[in-house]
């Protein structure tokens, strides 16, 4: 208004002069920031950086602390989005076309093949890391002080790569897509053996809840066009739109949790300052130190409680980090994908089962369980497994030596013992179950009521349960449990997989190596 | 950690380091955008041949003309020959259908005459006229794909 | 420190991601068919004649070639590789440049029929061993062996044509399938016996379908047939298969087999001349339906396949004791316990008047004059003593329990529907042109009492439940 002495035309002139400046302008408002004031306000005003603290403690940027397993997983994410969009520029859902779409992405779309090996191995990568940060949270006791909330997500995060996962296996239409659908399909059915142990015994019938969810999840009774076109939809819209949800709660919490967890003490550099956090009490969700917009926005910020003297901004130090880290993930997959081709079978075919039928490798330790119990193995020991991980926040709530990994010495002695006790057991219950055989073989005619409660899953479950309680009650800690349970946790998926998807040959044979396999 | 070399005039060891850093990064992500653009560019169509056979002279007495609905394409047979004219609109793509005056397009009014030329409506340029080959078995092949100037008109035996 | 390491961690993973980036780009630029269409084109351009030849030639734009048929969904890229497949030049070239041999392509253009209609293989594939589906390579339907090629021609010929205009291979395996009497044990759209597996539509069967463990050289379907023609047992250990085939026989009849395909061709597609007329005299049906087990019919022989005697069903001496409806009784129910099939319309598909023709031409040889009547119901037997001659003198071919079978000569005595008058007037009688000698007066000289003591006790093995 102040030049309303102009002529419109020559306020339209100088604009027009100015046009290139105020239109950068009004994308970088602060040009590039060189003040630490600068810095921060790059940040909070950016849609994209906000999320960031403005400021960042120097210990959560020490690479040997996180190892970075949850930005890595986050970013494998991403391309398994992006890369997932291109596939889908040439896939169509259909039983009749989708096997050949998927053989013309391999054959002729340029680059096709890397692209579909980008999307399968940043998938399953997912899977690798985020239970690695899952045990990485654990290990350095970040799942407290508010975060117990977030560990829920998390698992929920695990289950959601999971099925993301499972359900983009089946969408080449191949055999393995057919017989890892009808694997899992029955799988959701698995409790009519439950159902059909209890009906009748009193007088009662119970309603096949398995076979409903099995229908539902196929379409039909057997896998077809009706299940292809559903497990599309999961892949490619609800479950990306549940893992975004999830992911982007995940994300808001460790903000509103103050940030990751970090050890306190402050030894990077040269200067060996120390500075120990103010002593904290309270309840299991301190709601306490909160600044901002106060009462409304509850939390804790990471500059609040401890040593501002030991922040930098984020801008550009942790994006240098993240950049860095998502460059490093990028390369990492795409030289996997150069290497090596995902796997594509021949035409599904209801006719003949692949012999062994096996699941995606990621559920081969499940597929082991399941081959003594569909039940059990299937819904009953890897839901007990998720309870039992959701609940470890719950159940160790010792708030000390946040941030530090394995806590003490104690804690590393326990992870180490741990691993030792888990491996031989796993491996022992293995080889009695390949040489000896189990229930079945001993007495045929045995109710499945027995197997279902005495299989050696279930045996597994038990020993680390009681294993975990006489590790809390020999250490007097909770938290020495929680580095039990995890490493249990992580030594019977590794060698249950391990077994599932080498040792296992056709008819769920066991031989030492897929070379022995016989022909067909 | 930073604060000392941040300081420094020129560029230091640690700027070359960024500068190098965050260049290889820019060209590396510009590099995969630009193979992922290639990748959408599809390598192969899945359409028929353009070159199709139309069956012998016998087929198109003078006089006639025939529409090859399927191909789009209009033959037309006279004394000085045959020749094909393509139904398919220069103006949006729509397909024209015969009138008494030539050609007319029902989507946005282009007219054509009886050899293809503009006689009305957007449409900018004239119907293109394809070129009309004899097989070694005697049947006449219309490929799509080469056009010939307008006029071109095949006598064959 | 760390910034330091981060931007390290940067221009390592950037300087990475770009190298495969490059060498990924350098892979797709440079596929095999890019060498061969480069080449195809150098050597038209070398050994052109004439001015314009080279010009056409150089005019060739190498580039990924595709015939995509709507009709059929079908995508065929051999000709990125085989690029001289069209082009006479190159007559006498080497694969994969050379032209397609005979005048096939004239008949059937390639942009109408493609590649993998007839020699199958995976169309889509840019590379030799997946396109060919050389040792397996997920793909069920390798490249059919040049040898066998004609099965694909019945898929839309008449056999009648093919005889005579270049499918004479696959003409002469159908009509060798016929003589074989494959449709005796084996089903073929709802037709034939039940012993071996069903064989429609087996030659779109999945690799993982056939057993390959003892099959030698390539493992494919073709391979598979072929060798399960010259030893069944060596493919199948528990095969009955009595396949006695010459190599040549065993070509001509895989040839054939691999007709059995379940993908239809689209009417405009096929050419028929001729309806084949499948012969339905009784002679014909015999051989197609009974000859495999029971040769003519005339001798009867021990079978070490079957482990048991194949009874003579033409033999007159045989033919004089039974009837028609008897005969037509066997025929329609089959003999339980033995590999003889029902061949009523509801189990192995024939009709009620085909196995009219099929007992008249077995019956045609039947003497005119009867044997002579044995009424053994007149006499009053005793079964301990008919035991006893049982034993003596029947039990050595027949075995004990009468079931005949492994390493026994005798036929099986336990079928109910057997009429003891049938049983003594054979015993008295014998059967001429087999082991089984007259026991009555003419022969062995056993007295219509003993006879009958013995029918009887062979009827009482019957209700036997053993």
């Not at chain 3, 085989?82 to 059937?108: D, F, I, T």
């Not at chain 3, 993982?208 to 050289?217: I, N, Q």
């Not at chain 3, 001509?252 to 309806?275: A, C, G, V």
């Amino acid at each position: 208004m102040d030049n309303s002495n102009k002529t419109g035309l020559a306020q339209f002139a100088d604009n027009l002069k100015s046009v290139k400046s105020s239109f950068v302008g009004s994308f970088s408002r602060g040009g590039w920031p060189t003040s630490d004031k600068g810095r921060t306000s790059t940040v909070v005003n950016n849609f994209f950086l906000h999320l960031h603290t403005a400021k960042t403690h120097i210990n959560t940027l020490k690479p040997s602390y996180t190892l970075g397993m949850g930005l890595i997983s986050f970013f494998l994410l991403v391309i398994a989005f992006i890369s997932g969009g291109f596939l889908m520029v040439y896939y169509s859902p259909s039983t009749t076309t989708a096997f050949n779409a998927v053989k013309d992405i391999n054959f002729v779309v340029f680059g096709g093949q890397l692209m579909r090996n980008i999307h399968k191995w940043s998938g399953e990568a997912m899977i690798i890391f985020v239970i690695l940060h899952m045990v990485r949270i654990v290990y350095t006791n970040s799942y407290k002080q508010g975060r117990e909330f977030n560990w829920v997500i998390g698992i929920v995060l695990l289950i959601l790569t999971f099925v993301l996962n499972l359900t983009g296996y089946m969408l080449p239409w191949d055999q393995l897509s057919y017989w890892a659908l009808v694997i899992v399909a029955n799988i959701a059915a698995a409790p009519k053996e439950l159902t059909d142990i209890f009906n009748g015994m009193f007088g009662i019938t119970l309603p096949d809840i398995g076979g409903a969810t099995k229908e539902v999840l196929l379409g039909g009774t057997e896998p077809g066009q009706e299940s292809l076109t559903r497990v599309y939809l999961l892949h490619i819209l609800l479950l990306p739109l549940a893992i975004c949800v999830f992911l982007g709660v995940h994300f808001f919490r460790i903000r509103k949790d103050g940030g990751l967890t970090r050890p306190a003490n402050v030894s990077a550099g040269s200067g060996e300052s120390i500075i120990s956090p103010p002593e904290k009490k309270g309840g299991i969700f301190p709601t306490h130190k909160t600044y901002g917009l106060m009462e409304l926005s509850k939390g804790r910020t990471p500059a609040v409680d401890t040593d501002i003297e030991n922040t930098v901004t984020s801008w550009p130090n942790l994006f240098i980090a993240e950049i860095a880290v998502f460059m490093f993930t990028l390369a990492a997959v795409v030289a996997y994908s150069y290497f090596f081709d995902a796997p594509l079978k021949e035409y599904a075919n209801p006719m003949i089962p692949e012999n062994p039928a096996k699941a995606p490798w990621y559920f081969l330790g499940l597929q082991e369980l399941v081959s003594y119990s569909a039940f059990m193995g299937g819904q009953g020991l890897p839901g007990l497994a998720l309870a039992g991980l959701i609940a470890i926040p719950f159940l160790d709530r010792e708030n000390r030596d946040i941030g530090i990994w394995f806590t003490n010495k104690q804690g590393k002695a326990i992870a180490i013992e741990s691993f030792i006790v888990g491996s031989v057991a796993v491996i022992g219950t293995l080889a009695f179950v390949v040489t000896q055989g189990w229930f079945r073989e001993w007495w045929p005619e045995i109710h499945q009521l027995w197997i279902v409660a005495i299989n050696p899953g279930n045996l597994l479950l038990g020993f680390v349960m009681v294993y975990t309680l006489w590790v809390i009650k020999r250490t007097n800690s909770t938290r020495m449990g929680a580095i039990s349970l995890i490493t249990f946790f992580l030594v019977c998926y590794v060698i249950l997989t391990y077994t599932g998807t080498v040792l296992r040959g056709p008819n769920w044979v066991f031989y030492w190596s897929p070379s022995d396999w016989p022909i067909h | 950690m930073s604060e000392e070399t941040r300081d420094k005039d020129g560029v230091s060891r640690r700027d070359f380091l960024g500068l190098a850093a965050f260049g290889t990064a820019i060209l590396g992500v510009v590099s995969s955008v630009a193979g992922s653009l290639r990748y959408i560019k599809a390598n192969v169509y899945f359409e028929e041949s353009k070159k199709f056979k139309v069956g012998t002279v016998e087929n198109f007495p003078i006089g006639s003309v025939k529409k090859l609905d399927d191909k789009n394409v209009f033959i037309f047979s006279e004394e000085a020959g045959l020749f094909a004219i393509s139904a398919i609109c220069t103006h949006l793509g729509c397909i024209v259908s015969p009138v008494d005056f030539g050609f007319q397009c029902p989507c946005h009014g282009s007219q054509f005459n009886h050899i293809g030329n503009v006689i009305g409506g957007p449409a900018p340029r004239a119907l293109e006229w394809f070129e009309i080959s004899q097989e070694i078995d005697g049947s006449l092949a219309i490929d799509t794909a080469k056009t010939v100037s307008q006029g071109t008109k095949y006598l064959f035996a | 420190m760390n910034s330091r390491f981060y931007l390290s961690l940067m221009l390592i993973s950037s300087l990475v991601l770009m190298a495969f980036l490059a060498i990924a780009f350098n892979r797709e630029m440079t596929p095999v068919w890019k060498d061969y269409q480069t080449e195809y084109k150098e050597t038209l351009i070398k050994n052109a004649k004439d001015d314009g030849t080279r010009e056409r030639a150089e005019k060739i734009q190498v580039g990924l070639q595709q015939i995509y048929i709507k009709a059929l969904n079908k995508s065929d890229r051999c000709t990125s590789c085989h690029a001289g497949v069209e082009n006479p030049l190159m007559a006498a070239a080497e694969v994969p440049y050379k032209q397609h041999s005979g005048n096939y392509l004239k008949n059937h253009p390639l942009p109408k029929f493609g590649c993998t209609l007839c020699h199958r293989g995976q169309g889509r594939a840019l590379n030799i061993a997946e396109a060919h589906g050389e040792e397996h390579q997920h793909w069920d339907f390798p490249i059919v062996p040049a040898k066998y090629i004609q099965s694909s021609c019945a898929s839309c010929h008449d056999y009648k044509m093919l005889e005579t205009e270049g499918g004479e291979k696959v003409a002469k395996g159908e009509k060798l399938f016929r003589e074989k009497g494959c449709l005796g044990c084996h089903k073929l759209n709802g037709v034939g016996g039940a012993l071996g597996k069903d064989i429609a539509g087996i030659a779109n069967k999945a690799y993982y379908y056939f057993s390959m463990a003892a099959v030698v050289g390539e493992r494919n379907m073709y391979s598979w047939i072929k060798q399960h023609f010259d030893d069944p047992r060596k493919i199948v250990p528990e095969s009955q298969m009595r396949a006695f085939l010459t190599d040549e026989e065993a070509d001509l009849l895989t040839t054939y087999m691999l007709t059995f395909r379940t993908d239809e061709m689209p009417r405009s597609y096929r050419l028929i001349k001729n309806i084949d007329k499948v012969a339905t005299d009784g002679k014909s049906m015999y051989t197609a339906y009974c000859s495999a087990c029971h040769s003519d019919g005339k001798t009867s022989v021990y079978d070490e396949i079957f482990a048991r005697t194949i009874p003579a069903i033409r033999n007159p001496s045989f033919l004089k004791t039974i009837s028609n409806s008897e005969l037509k009784r066997i025929v329609k129910e089959g003999r339980k316990g033995t590999q003889m099939t029902a061949w009523k319309s509801e189990a192995a598909g024939l009709t009620e008047k085909q196995i009219d023709e099929i007992v008249k031409y077995v019956a045609k040889d039947r003497p005119s004059e009867k044997s002579r009547p044995f009424n053994v119901a007149k006499i009053k037997s005793d079964i301990e003593r008919g035991a006893e001659i049982y034993n003596n003198r029947c039990a050595l071919c027949h075995g004990e329990e009468g079931k005949g079978g492994e390493n026994l000569l005798g036929m099986t005595l336990r079928d109910s529907a057997l009429s003891p008058e049938f049983i003594a007037i054979t015993v008295r009688d014998g059967r001429k042109g087999t082991p089984m000698v007259p026991f009555g007066n003419g022969g062995i000289g056993l007295s219509n009492q003993e006879i009958a003591d013995t029918v009887a006790y062979v009827k009482n093995l019957t209700n036997d439940k053993k």
